[in-house]
């Protein structure tokens, strides 16, 4: 039978798993406004802050420091992959929002060919014959989507069961694949993007290309890579 640790001792593991977690609290907030650049507005970065301290605190007591060493390298994914968790919940991308997705991307392609800039909701809203707030809901789970891993992403978008047909490392290895086979600057919005987490004004500032033409060129690539997959 096992016998449960001394009150004395508990208390002080406890406070050095406590410890542990508040001397981490930068690195977690860091993390948090990182993704916070890439969301809406409408995001508030004290609820990632909140979620991942939530799963630090539970992972602090896990964590063996004999097995790993360091605390955060045992714990960076994981939180990150609470505060994606949590984005999930936000973003329900029904079929009837996926139309409205694809009208929408359809008239932006359509405005920036002759603007060089995307619209705003108001004549979204106008031309596709709905109240503005429901633009701004969808156009609000699509951002929030694009924080997801790119293969989430893509699935996201499918309509039929094509790529639940391919197991998940098939379909990683196709992905790969096809990234290899895009042109270079395409490639690199990719890496910067989704590996390296840069949000679309930094890729822009480092190629030199506007913000709204990254965003472009981002959903194009997203649309070829669905595309290629289906």
Do not use: C
């Not at 508040?22 to 507005?41: D, G, I, T, V, W």
């Not at 596709?128 to 789970?141: F, G, N, P, Q, S």
């Amino acid at each position: 039978m096992r016998k449960e640790p001394p009150k004395a001792y508990a208390q002080t593991l406890k406070n050095e798993q406590d410890e542990l977690v508040l001397s981490y609290m930068p690195a977690l907030r860091a993390m948090a406004f990182r993704l916070k650049e890439r969301l809406p507005s409408s995001i508030d970065v004290n609820d990632l802050i909140s979620v991942g301290v939530e799963e630090m605190i539970k992972l602090s007591r896990r964590y063996d420091k004999d097995q790993n060493d360091s605390f955060w390298g045992f714990a960076r994914k994981r939180v990150n992959g609470s505060m994606l968790d949590f984005l999930r919940s936000l973003d329900v991308m029904s079929r009837n929002n996926r139309k409205i997705i694809k009208d929408i991307d359809n008239l932006i392609d359509e405005y920036f060919r002759e603007n060089e800039q995307e619209p705003d909701d108001e004549y979204l809203a106008q031309k596709l014959d709905l109240d503005i707030e429901k633009i701004k809901e969808v156009r609000t789970a699509h951002a929030i989507s694009y924080t997801l891993p790119i293969d989430e992403q893509i699935e996201l978008y499918n309509e039929d069961d094509t790529l639940e047909k391919l197991e998940k490392e098939q379909f990683l290895e196709k992905i790969q694949e096809i990234l290899e086979g895009l042109k270079e600057r395409d490639q690199l919005i990719i890496q910067l993007y989704y590996y390296e987490e840069l949000s679309l004004k930094e890729i822009s500032e480092i190629l030199e290309i506007s913000e709204s033409r990254i965003s472009q060129i981002h959903k194009k690539l997203l649309k070829k890579l669905r595309e290629r997959l289906i």
